[in-house]
Structures are given as C-alpha cells and as structure tokens.
C-alpha cells in the first residue's frame, strides 16, 4: 500500500479528486491508523472494573445493612432479576419450539410422494437428466449443470471467506512494528510441540496417502457416486492438514505457499466462469456447444461436469487448508 | 396434533433443534456457544429441508441399470441445495471464529456484556 | 429402521441441549463434534449420501478443528497475559 501512495500524491486521479471535492482531499492527511492500546493500559481497565464491582457490590451491602429497606429490596432485585433472565429464557426456548411444532402439524406427512414439494421440476430433472448432462448422479448434474450459476457463486463465497480471514488473522512478516514482530515469534508454534513426534508421523505416513487417494477419487467420481468437488474438497484439505500437523511448515513449503494457493484458486474460479459462460452462451442462442456427452457410466463422461468438479475441489481445499494454517500460525 | 408430529419426526426434530439453537445464540453470553447455536440452527434448516425431499421407499438418486422413472428415486432438489449450504456455514464459522479471536485479543474476555461495557468506556474516553 | 432413526432424532435433540447447558468449552465442542456423526447417519437414512460424506468431511472434520485452534489461540493469549502479570 506504501508504495501505491508516493504515485497517488502526484496522479492524475488526485487532481481530478480534488477539482471535484472542491480542494479537499480526504487522503492528503495521511491514513491515520486507529490508535491500538497497549495491552498493560486494557489489563488496567479490566482490574479497575472488577474493582468498581466489587465497590459498587460492597456499598449495596453496606448501605443495604445501614439505611432502609430500599436498599435491601434494590439488592434483592438484581437478583431477582437474573433468576426471572434465566426462567424467561427457558420460557421463551419453549414458546418458539411450541409455535413452529404447531406449524409443523399442519404441514403434509414426510415420504409422501403427493407432497407439494415433489413437483414437476424433480421429475424433469430425474426423468431427463441422464439424457441431457450426462451425469449418472442426478444430484452432481443438477448443482453443476442445470444450477450451475449458483455454484459458481458459492465457490465466490468460499474465496471472499477466505480473504475475510486473510485480512483479519494475518501477521505480516515484513512488517516494521516491534509488537507484531513479538507476535509472529510466539505463534510459530513448533517450539511449544513434540518436535517430529514419531507416533504422528508414522500414522500420517500411513494415513495420509490414503485420505488423498480417497479424496481425489471423490472429486473425480463426482458424476458417477455420492461425492463431488466439495465433499472431495474437504476430504483432500482435511490430508493437507493432517500432513502439516505431523511434519511442520518447512516440508510443507515445498508444496504448497500463499504463492500456490493465489495461484491455483484465481485458475480454477476463472476457468469455471469462462466453462459456464460458454456453456450458457451456445445454450441461451441455441448453438451447438461442441461439447461431447459421452457414454454414461464412464469415468470421462457428462461433457463439463468432470473439469467444474475437479475446479470446486480444489478450490475447497485450498481453503479449508488456508483457514487452518490462518487460525495457527497467522500465514501460510 | 400428537399423531401427526409423530408422522413427521424429522421436521419435528428439526424445529427442536431450531428452537435450542435459536435460544443458544440468543441468550449464552459466551461468543463461543453463540456460534455453536449458530451452527445447530443451520444444521436443523439443513434437517427440515431434507425431509421435504424424502419420499418413503424410494433410492438415492443416482441412476442404476437406466431405471429412469420418477417413482424410483427421491427428490434430489433439496439435496442439492443442502450440499452447498453445508459449506457455506463452514466459511461463515471460519469468519466468525476469526472475529473471537480479534475481539479476544483487544478486551482479554469471552463474555459479550462485558465486552460491550469495555468498548463504550474506550469510547468515552 | 424407523425406531433407529427415532433414537438417532433424540441423540441428536440430546447432543444440542447438552450443548447448552455444559459449562466447560472443549467437552461442548465435543459434543458438538457428535453432534454432527448423528447427523450424518440421519442423512443415510435420509437416503443422500452427497451430504453424509460432506457432513462427514466438513462438519465433524474441518468444523471441529477450527473451534479447538480458537480455543487454543484463547488459552495462548490469556497465559501470556498471566505470566506478565507475575512478572509485573
């Protein structure tokens, strides 16, 4: 960001800024951060509120024994009044579920196939499915062809969670602050651990290969078995992660950096718009999309399904992975 | 009204659950049992939307031997709206969990109330 | 079948009162880590097992895991803030 403001004080988009605020500009200041307080000055606060308790606790007690029976009633009242919190509450528990099990008596039997839920558009999607995205799991076709669109946004969602997180549990390393710096010593956590315990390792030298194999045939098999890119996803972060645990950060660099991560979700969300907005485009004007169905059954089959499935896989991963190592370390 | 709650026990079970979770986030101080609340809340919206799919006697629907009627398989509406909801709540926990540890890091402190009490001090100073 | 995904229902209504009402953090988040095993059987009988495995996967796995690395970073910080108190 440092860098980005020595050119902005001379661009072209500041004058421009401040012939329309009427020469005034917000930044010319200089960003001035939010003044963080020292953690002795909130320790301070925190006793000194305990202590104010205790004062106001002990003049209620006092003034309670001295004076009238105000007091005592004002006493007694707080108490009272955490009591009724806690009996208004269960109260107030039991009168949602009361409602909602009232409605939920007036709605059709579950299993029935009459229910208004069950209607013309499940039939279309098990009764043509097969024929028109050629996946054998009705399920996989409809989240990755018929509703495409959807998922496509729900993997946006993953990667703007993950950039949330990013941004609020990162420690810079080249950061000037003698205090974060402190903080980055203390996280990196391998000191405080069994340095190369030899029971995890021997499990995970086990255990690991099989959940990525396990993993990757999810992904891969989304079309054909229960399973696909999210479920495979999770199953192939969740090897990342036990790999890490067992051999630290160092080996785990060689594979996989915030380099990689960048790289591999901005690929796979921009090959899955690109995909689908082909996909939509021939489709919305009728053309042929060029795309061959295959034979169902067969591990190359259903046309786009296999490439979108391997796309939200990894994109799950790497943020199932990322979220791990933010909420340990404070970077990858 | 009993007989028929019986019939259902799913969506049943689902409002439960709602209910306990909705009075978890409401009514715990702790911000970490809130989001635990928060999570069986979405877990028994995932339930209840399920059962809406489920039809009694019928498979999964993944297409077998071509069999291709609508009288051998459930509705997989629901289960694909499911499917992307689950993990959806996880990145919502990750987020939530991450904004505990900023707050936990500034006040030193678990419990809302008094966390709210800290800032609007810090305010008035 | 029925009975069985009855109990299930009522290990699952169990699991979440249980949650509420412990007291220390790391059994709920264990019991919330069963919590989401039951749930993922029920999605079997429910006949989708896409959602079983990503019950599976997400919420009894990486779910879990992100609670008890909060609550660790947690203990971190107050032990910290503990020893300068001594020291201080």
């Given at each position: 960001m440092s860098r980005r403001k020595d050119n902005y004080e001379t661009s072209r988009w500041l004058k421009f800024k401040t012939w329309v605020d009427g020469e005034t500009d917000p930044l010319s200041s200089g960003m001035d951060p939010t003044e963080v307080i020292p953690e002795s000055r909130m320790r301070e606060r925190r006793k000194d509120l305990a202590r104010r308790k205790a004062y106001d606790e002990e003049l209620t007690r006092i003034a309670a024994h001295h004076e009238g029976k105000t007091e005592i009633m004002k006493a007694r009242g707080i108490r009272y009044f955490q009591k009724f919190y806690k009996v208004m509450s269960v109260i107030l528990c039991l009168g949602i579920i009361l409602v909602l099990l009232w409605t939920v008596s007036a709605l059709p039997v579950t299993g029935n196939a009459g229910n208004p839920a069950n209607n013309e558009v499940a039939a279309r999607y098990i009764e043509k499915g097969l024929q028109e995205t050629g996946a054998v799991n009705?399920?996989?076709?409809?989240?990755?062809?018929?509703?495409?669109?959807?998922?496509?946004?729900?993997?946006?969602?993953?990667?703007?969670?993950?950039?949330?997180?990013?941004?609020?549990?990162?420690?810079?390393?080249?950061?000037?602050?003698?205090?974060?710096?402190?903080?980055?010593?203390?996280?990196?956590?391998?000191?405080?651990?069994?340095?190369?315990?030899?029971?995890?390792?021997?499990?995970?030298?086990?255990?690991?290969?099989?959940?990525?194999?396990?993993?990757?045939?999810?992904?891969?098999?989304?079309?054909?078995?229960?399973?696909?890119?999210?479920?495979?996803?999770?199953?192939?972060?969740?090897?990342?992660?036990?790999?890490?645990?067992?051999?630290?950060?160092?080996?785990?660099?060689?594979?996989?950096?915030?380099?990689?991560?960048?790289?591999?979700?901005?690929?796979?969300?921009?090959?899955?718009?690109?995909?689908?907005?082909?996909?939509?485009f021939t489709g919305a004007n009728h053309l042929e999309s060029g795309i061959p169905l295959g034979t169902p059954g067969a591990i190359l089959s259903s046309g786009l399904i296999l490439p979108l499935n391997i796309c939200v896989g990894l994109v799950v991963a790497c943020t199932m992975y990322v979220f791990y190592t933010l909420f340990r370390k404070g970077g990858m | 009204m009993l007989q028929h709650l019986s019939l259902n026990i799913e969506e049943t079970a689902a409002v439960i659950l709602f209910g306990v979770g909705f009075t978890i986030l409401l009514l715990h101080r702790n911000l970490i049992k809130k989001i635990m609340g928060m999570n069986v809340m979405d877990t028994a919206t995932y339930l209840f939307l399920a059962s809406k799919g489920y039809i009694t006697g019928r498979a999964v629907p993944i297409v077998v031997d071509g069999v291709q009627e609508v009288e051998a398989y459930i509705n997989p509406v629901p289960s694909g709206l499911v499917l992307t909801g689950i993990v959806v709540s996880v990145s919502t926990t990750a987020l939530m969990l991450s904004l505990t540890i900023r707050l936990y890091e500034r006040y030193h402190s678990l419990d809302l109330d008094e966390i709210l009490i800290m800032a609007k001090e810090e305010e008035q100073t | 079948m029925r009975l069985f995904e009855c109990i299930l229902l009522l290990c699952l209504v169990l699991c979440a009162l249980s949650v509420a009402f412990t007291k220390d953090l790391l059994t709920s988040i264990i019991i919330f880590m069963s919590y989401s095993l039951i749930m993922c059987l029920i999605w079997m009988i429910l006949q989708s097992p896409d959602l079983a495995i990503t019950e599976a996967a997400v919420g009894a796995g990486v779910t879990s895991i992100l609670f008890f690395l909060t609550l660790k970073k947690i203990r971190a910080i107050r032990k910290e803030g503990q020893d300068e108190q001594e020291e201080g």
């Open positions: 009705i399920v996989t076709g409809m989240i990755l062809d018929y509703r495409a669109f959807d998922t496509f946004g729900e993997s946006c969602v993953l990667f703007i969670a993950s950039c949330c997180v990013l941004v609020l549990l990162r420690l810079d390393a080249d950061s000037k602050n003698e205090s974060i710096k402190k903080m980055i010593a203390e996280s990196d956590d391998r000191h405080f651990e069994p340095k190369d315990d030899i029971i995890l390792q021997k499990c995970a030298c086990v255990l690991v290969p099989v959940i990525m194999i396990f993993g990757i045939y999810i992904v891969l098999n989304g079309h054909l078995s229960p399973g696909g890119g999210f479920s495979g996803g999770a199953v192939l972060g969740s090897g990342l992660i036990l790999y890490l645990t067992a051999y630290g950060y160092r080996k785990m660099s060689r594979l996989f950096t915030e380099k990689v991560y960048r790289r591999t979700t901005l690929c796979a969300l921009t090959f899955y718009c690109l995909a689908k907005s082909y996909s939509f | - | -």
